[in-house]
């Protein structure tokens, strides 16, 4: 099935035959749904702080930052934002010109509220000898959209998001990643530095550069800090082979495989490189202006106050583990810690000897930990947060999505469609273990877990792989822990007309 060709452009992308062959056989058996027993909910696996426990948890996170630590905030940024403009382009293709759908006469009557209104009036002067007012006057609608998404204007169909103009301040407009700047200052700076990592796209890493040469030092300058950016591309070697319907694999017009991105999943061999002690993720869109962020700082200290002290506890048990120092009863109190406060179960623990169970304790004691902010279901997309069944037969928290459920399981679509949180990407990672020593993050991946979508390539169907998610079959085997954060805190863009909603504003 593969030639010579074949396996010379496999190996020039770092990859083996091996995991083309088990890439297609992947598409053939498909992935297994996963068992659930219930959707989380507060009291069950979502804590829910009052006010005096999250002064508490804010605390116990200062106190951390004040030993020194490694922390560093990781933004996945890699994408154009060109579904962004998705209605935006229709309208330039459109047979009509006057704005016509609801989403289209949105954007010209608020037009004026955009954060890069005035970079895009700059464009229109220049380039069609007329500002957006004039041009609308006119009925030229399609020469103001033409300015927004062109190389000729401001591009905004080919930069990725984090690129963008979102938001207005009297000292001009920002970007996501200025925005991103700022939050990496005001929770997870250390000893006067603040260290953020953006994963970029190989034709947008320079741009990423340029911005942060430009702005970088405004920011150091307000907050008294000492920047660290760096950035990373998705590798290739986690790309994935494409596939015919009929699981052959798929050969563009010079009969050569085609490989595709494998999803946020890869990620996880760029967060696997760096090193920390605590890694904020968050994704490039969710920021909001400054008069808005209180909640978003408290919530990230929260959680990560929440974070330490949980991996403070279970680097006590495993230092008493390997010390062999324990009794019984110390034994049951670390069950108890794993069960209520890791929310990891074992239906079977009660039929274990001790020795068994210091072999079980370890196991789930010594591995990567999370803490996700989940807020409650409003309808917008996002992955679910789950007491799910896992290989080894225990019951722990996941955050699934919905190509992960059975949709033929009544009851399982229930308890999706009707869970009460889901998370909208906001974790706060512990990847070391108790002796310092970073754990290795690609053996905590549940290989099961990616999904396949169908695809198309110069109008011909295909079946694309992805990878377990970054947030979901990638971190599987971590320990994980939901907290309910504000709705305030999750505000993405995935319209150009989101930016138009007052969080934005």
Known sequence: MLSQQDLKQISAKGIS????????????????????????????????????????????????????????KFVPASGAASRMFKD???????????????????YFE????????????????????AGIDELIEKGEYK???????????????????????FHRYAQGARTPLEEHLVEGALYAATDGNVAIHFTVSHEHLELFKKKVEEKVALYADKFGLKYHVSFSEQQPDTDTVAANPDNTPFRDEKGQ????????????????????????????DNVVPDRLKDDTVEYKQVIAGIL??????????????????????????????????LCCRNHDIKNL???????????????????????????????????????????????????????????????????????????VC????????????????????????SKSKNGKELKALELPGLWNGAMSDWNTIFVEVPLSTFNPVKTVNDLLREQHQ
């Open 353 to 427: 000897e001790d020795a068994d169970l210091v072999i079980y304790l370890r196991k789930k004691l010594n591995r990567p930990m999370r803490v996700c902010g989940v807020v409650k279901n409003v309808g917008e997309p996002g992955g679910g947060p789950f007491l799910t069944y896992n290989a080894d037969g225990t019951v722990s928290l996941q955050i699934l999505e919905s190509s992960q459920i059975d949709k033929s399981n009544k009851e399982y679509m229930e308890m999706f469609t009707n869970g009460t949180h889901f998370n909208p990407v906001d974790l």
């Open 110 to 129: 608020q037009i004026k509220n955009f954060a890069f209104y005035d970079e895009l009036d700059k464009c229109c002067r220049a380039n069609e000898g």
């Open 257 to 284: 495989l085609l490989f595709r991105p494998g999803g946020h999943g890869a990620l996880i061999q760029n967060l696997n490189k760096i090193d920390s002690d605590i890694t904020f993720i968050k994704n490039i």
């Open 88 to 106: 935006m382009f229709a309208f330039l293709d459109a047979d009509y010109d006057v704005p016509t759908t609801s989403f289209e006469k949105q």
């Open 143 to 165: 020469k103001v959209v033409a300015n927004m998404l062109q190389a000729k204007g401001l591009n905004y169909g080919q930069l990725p998001k984090g690129l963008l103009l």
């Open 17 to 72: 035959e091996e995991q083309i062959c088990a890439q297609l056989e992947q598409f053939k058996q498909g992935f297994p749904f996963l068992k659930l027993e219930a959707p989380a909910a507060i009291g069950k696996g979502i804590m829910a702080p009052n006010e005096e426990e999250r002064k508490r948890y804010v605390d116990a996170w200062n106190r951390y930052k004040a030993e020194g630590k490694v922390i560093v």
């Open 430 to 453: 512990a990847v070391k273990d108790y002796q310092g020593k970073a754990f290795n993050l690609p053996d905590f991946v549940d290989k099961s877990t990616g999904f396949i979508s």
């Open 308 to 341: 330490v002290s949980l991996q403070q506890k279970a680097f006590e048990y495993m230092r008493l583990l390997d010390s062999g120092s324990y009794n019984h009863d110390k034994l049951e109190e670390m069950i108890r810690f794993v069960q209520q406060d």
